[in-house]
């Protein structure tokens, strides 16, 4: 998923950085048909991650109120988890929003070539 948003992001940044003409409308149609299925993957994404940081703080509270080590390994387990969670959600994150802004170039690029009217 990181290779195809990241992919995808530089795509729309040669659309927009280069002067040839285009169907504007169906440019900003599927780019917001993309911006929807990324927003989907990043919904899944903040599911999983809260799941696992609740299992993980619960863990730790059982940890600290029963005392029994046995718990140690389950708590790195979800530690292990928890870290590349949080970074592949905070790149969907950044990348769906930046999305946002490349869709707001491409309606004034298509606007100020008379394509396409908000």
Known sequence: MKKRILAYTKY????LASDEERDWEDTIRRHKDQIAFFSHERLVHLLVFFLVAVCTVIS???LVVSEKIVILPLIVMLFVLLVPYCMHYYLLENQVQYMYKQYDAMVKKAGDQGYFSV
């Open 12 to 15: 729309i940044d040669g659309i």
């Open 60 to 62: 730790i509270l059982t």
